[in-house]
């Protein structure tokens, strides 16, 4: 049915992606003019030294001459329009398994080709249909490079891509690219002339799984990536189903889910299955989502996991090469249908928070949790409190990937969200849905409890959701003012600079139906810095780098993160929104590998900073090395941050 | 006064009410001694006299519904379900015990998943409906119509909801006045909001606040104070499923 929707697409009109009334266009200037035009605030006093009150930030900004959120749609003329196919199944189960699995748009934002701009990898799932390579022309137009590169395949009779992800496993200097699958992976290494080679075999990365994210990081702070994958159902052959009972055991506390496996990477081309090991095997949930981040600012990363149909899972980092669960004491048991996991300093307190979203619709009132890290108590307990409700950010309906992104510069990160499940027919398949739920003694877990969806739609034509962070724990929504609430049936969000302006664009994903560039022409926006991390000791890609900035009285972090949120992985190019602050007083960068490093940037500017080396010009950041890495696993032992 | 679901002032209930005065008086039934338990603290013991005195007398309101106010504050939902369907079992035709079966799983609802929500409420109105089967009262037909109201629209259940609630009013006019019939025309009001009849709403609310009836009750007044999408918004806040339902018919003997 999933394909019905798809030719219905195909020959009908493709559906508006500007506001969903005749609400005035954004301005849309060309390029250059937009790469021209100056912040507004650069001259302007610094900000004041505390986080301002709701009411006082909005007044703020007007005062500072900081513009409304806009942006402008341009995937058809950007050349970055691509239309994803969900997968068919055949026989009796046909329906019911498309339908559980209509994920797998998503979109890989990184700089393969070290031209300083950064590219798209955008996926497909449908048997036989190829995944995306799009190159970044530099001008905000994109050139499809899949053919030469060789990284079209994937969608096999008996695999389906679900996600993707840019990271330099062997610490060459060129992006390599993992296509996440269910079944096994794709390790493509990137040969530094546009073309990759498929590597998967040589890897090690040959254990089967349903797999729905990845995410790349370095666990164990040796200087060489690992990866987290997050998988949906437990190990089983969609395609041959031996045993019909596969679907979750419980719609909202199910634990027969695939989990998450863990795999080190070991410097020399290959990974090694290390989640036992880790302390992660007894996750048993329906992962849809995995992220990193250092929660408790202790330098090492530790991990979420957003659950569907059930309890969200907190790992900490021992330092050690293992993980404790803290769930219970961190974050308490939900019974949600966790989609999504970002991660930023929202209040600017110094503590890094998170975003997962839920499902949040006519029929079901779950709620998102904007998880505020309430920090390390004094017996050493780190909590956290769900704000969804309290600021606004509660709901964003059939939620998927949301991206935290300072898109207007004011020193606030704003979050973007994408919704929707099915969008088709006019019948709902909700109350269809609700007789086999409440149909006594069903057993959820057996394909053939669940009825068919046909031709009906489920949490269809959503609008997007488009959070303006206001400070003090307010959020404004405004996808519409902004433009940005389409209606299609989103999934992925990749957020990037992708015309070097200062200003964060971002690609939204969307499942059997097609991608959305959307290009930020808010102005003026205020200052800003980007930063293109090296790391030489730490991994090389810098996953993990924590950057401190303290401008106009605020304190500014960020951490770089190797494909946080749902089916999408953004930029690992660190943006900092200033505000009017016309300087930084202070820019530490932490590497994974423990060094500290003051560095001095310049405003309204990309810089490079490579690990030891402060700042350093482009050329010498991004020449890639060869791929001898940071030294042999003995040498470079665990640093202690 | 919240909306909650409240017993009948039925005779029956009267002759029962004067019945548990004198129980408090030998102070030795397992129904105090569970009162004593959940006051020094011992649950297990509470639940466990009170299981045995409601078992003794299923059709004592107080027992049952104090014994189901025990439950929520140690939260043994499940103990308690499976305690009323043993109940039922033993006492097939015992009105108050299937719906206090119903509200039993009513009580766990705000505890659960969402998904686990929906099934909770469709296994309480199951059995609300034996009990209307078995004894159509005030309380039974007000409780089961409410019920319906929880329910999101798209699910069609407040038509239901209006049916019963109109029954359980009519009921009440051929009943002396007591304090909780007050809720039927809230919730009347509530159901017509719900099934796109916001005149009948009005009115229906506007009965209850006369003079002779409840001028001075809050819920009345919060409503016929709101229009449109504030109202309906505001009714919709009322029947979130995650705030809990406030099932104690404390109010029923209370009433006398």
Redesign the interface.
């Known amino acids: 049915m999933a394909v019905a929707a798809g030719w219905l697409l195909l020959l009908a009109p493709l559906p508006s992606f500007g506001p969903a009334s005749a609400a005035p266009a954004a301005a849309s200037p060309s390029a250059a003019a937009a790469a021209a035009s100056p912040p507004a605030a650069a001259a302007a006093a610094p900000a004041g030294a505390s986080p301002p009150a709701t009411t006082a930030a909005t007044a703020a900004r007007a005062e500072k001459g900081i513009g409304p959120i806009r942006f402008e749609e341009i995937g058809a003329k950007a050349g970055a329009r691509l239309l994803h196919h969900t997968r068919r199944f055949s026989g009796k189960h046909a329906d019911v398994l498309a339908m559980f699995t209509s994920g797998g748009a998503a979109v890989a934002v990184g700089d393969y080709d070290n031209d300083g701009f950064d590219d798209l990898f955008v996926t497909d799932s449908e048997s036989g249909r190829g995944n995306h390579l799009l190159h970044n022309n530099g001008d905000m137009t994109f050139t499809e490079v899949t053919e030469k590169a060789g990284v079209a395949k994937g969608n096999d009779p008996g695999t389906i891509v679900s996600d993707a992800l840019w990271f330099d496993y062997d610490n060459d200097g060129r992006e390599d690219l993992l296509v996440a699958r269910f079944g096994t992976p794709l390790l493509y290494h990137n040969e530094g002339n546009g073309k990759f080679r498929d590597v998967t075999a040589a890897s090690g990365l040959n254990k089967f799984a349903n797999t729905i994210a990845v995410i790349a990081f370095d666990y164990d702070n040796d200087g060489y990536l690992d990866l987290l994958f997050g998988n949906y159902f437990k190990p089983v052959n969609l395609f041959d189903l031996k045993d019909p009972h596969v679907l979750p055991n ?4 199910a634990d027969n889910g695939g989990g998450v496996t863990l795999w080190r990477n070991m410097g020399n081309g290959t990974f090694v299955d290390v989640t036992e090991k880790a302390g992660l095997g007894r996750h048993t949930g329906w992962t849809l989502d995995v992220g990193h981040g250092d929660f408790n600012n202790d330098g090492w990363q530790d991990i979420y996991l957003a659950d569907d149909y ?1 309890t969200d899972r907190l790992f900490l980092n021992n330092g050690n090469g293992t993980f404790r669960e803290v769930t219970e004491e961190a974050i308490g048991f939900d ?3 966790g989609m999504n996991v970002d991660v930023a300093d929202y209040d600017r307190d110094g503590w890094l928070d998170i975003y997962v979203t839920n ?1 949040t619709d ?5 709620c998102n949790m904007l998880w505020h890290n309430n920090g390390v108590d004094a017996a050493g307990r780190l909590t956290f409190t769900d704000l969804s409700r309290e600021t606004g950010t509660c709901s964003t309906l059939w939620g998927w990937a949301a991206k935290w992104a300072d898109f207007d510069n004011d020193g606030w990160v704003d979050l973007v969200a994408a919704d929707g499940l099915r969008s088709a027919g006019p019948k ?1 398949y ?2 269809v849905l ?1 007789e086999m ?2 149909t006594p003694g069903i057993d959820f877990t057996d394909v053939n409890s669940w009825p068919d969806i046909g031709d009906m739609s489920w949490s269809g034509f959503q609008r997007k959701k488009l959070f303006r962070n206001l400070g003090s724990q307010a959020f404004k929504e405004m996808a519409h003012e902004a433009g940005v609430d389409n209606d299609l049936d989103g999934r992925g969000i990749g957020v990037a600079d992708f015309d070097n302006d200062g200003r964060l664009d971002y690609v939204q994903t969307n499942a059997n139906q097609p991608s959305l560039l959307y290009r930020n022409v808010t102005s003026p926006v205020g200052n800003w810095i980007e930063l293109k991390l090296v790391g030489t000791r730490s991994n090389r890609d810098a996953i993990g780098a924590r950057v401190t900035a303290k401008a106009g009285g605020a304190l500014l972090i960020r951490e770089v993160d190797g494909g946080n949120g749902y089916s999408s992985q953004s930029s690992k190019r660190v943006h900092i929104g200033l505000g009017t602050a016309a300087k930084i007083d202070s820019l530490e960068i932490r590497w994974p590998s423990g060094l500290r490093e003051q560095v001095t940037v310049p405003i309204n500017r990309i810089s490079y900073v490579k690990e030891g080396s402060g700042v350093v010009e482009k050329a010498e950041a991004l020449r890639p090395l060869p791929p001898a890495g940071p030294g042999t696993e003995k040498e470079r032992g665990a640093p202690s941050p | 006064m919240k909306r909650t679901a409240l017993g009948t002032a039925v005779a029956a209930w009267s002759l029962l009410a004067l019945g548990l005065g004198s129980m408090a008086a030998a102070a030795a039934s397992p129904f105090e001694d569970g009162v004593k338990a959940l006051a020094a603290g011992d649950a297990q013991g509470a639940l466990r006299q009170m299981e045995a005195a409601v078992a003794g007398e299923p059709e004592n309101v107080r027992y049952v519904s104090e014994y189901r106010q025990a439950v929520i504050k140690t939260g043994s939902y499940d103990r308690a379900i499976d305690f009323f369907e043993k109940l039922v079992k033993d006492h097939p035709e015992s009105a108050n015990a299937w719906l206090n079966y119903g509200y039993a799983y009513v009580d766990k609802i705000p505890a659960a998943g969402a998904i686990t929500q929906v099934i909770l409420a469709n296994n309480a109105l199951t059995r609300f409906s034996r009990s209307i089967e078995i004894k159509p009262t005030w309380l039974a037909l007000y409780t089961r119509g409410n019920s319906y109201l929880y329910w999101p629209k798209i699910f069609g259940r407040a038509p239901l909801g209006v049916a019963d609630l109109e029954r359980a009013l009519a009921m009440s006019k051929n009943e002396p006045k007591r304090v909780y019939h007050v809720h039927a025309y809230v919730a009347l009001g509530d159901a017509y909001v719900k099934t796109d009849q916001p005149e009948k709403a009005r009115a229906i609310w506007q009965e209850g606040a006369g003079a002779k009836l409840f001028p001075d009750e809050p819920q009345l007044k919060a409503r016929l104070a709101r229009q449109g999408e504030e109202l309906e918004s505001y009714i919709n806040d009322q029947l979130d499923p995650n705030k809990r339902v406030d099932t104690n018919l404390r109010e029923v003997w209370e009433a006398r």
């Open positions: 419980n719609l909202d506390q059930g019974t949600k249908k499902i006519e029929y079901m009132k779950e709902n909700i109350p609700l739920i409440i």
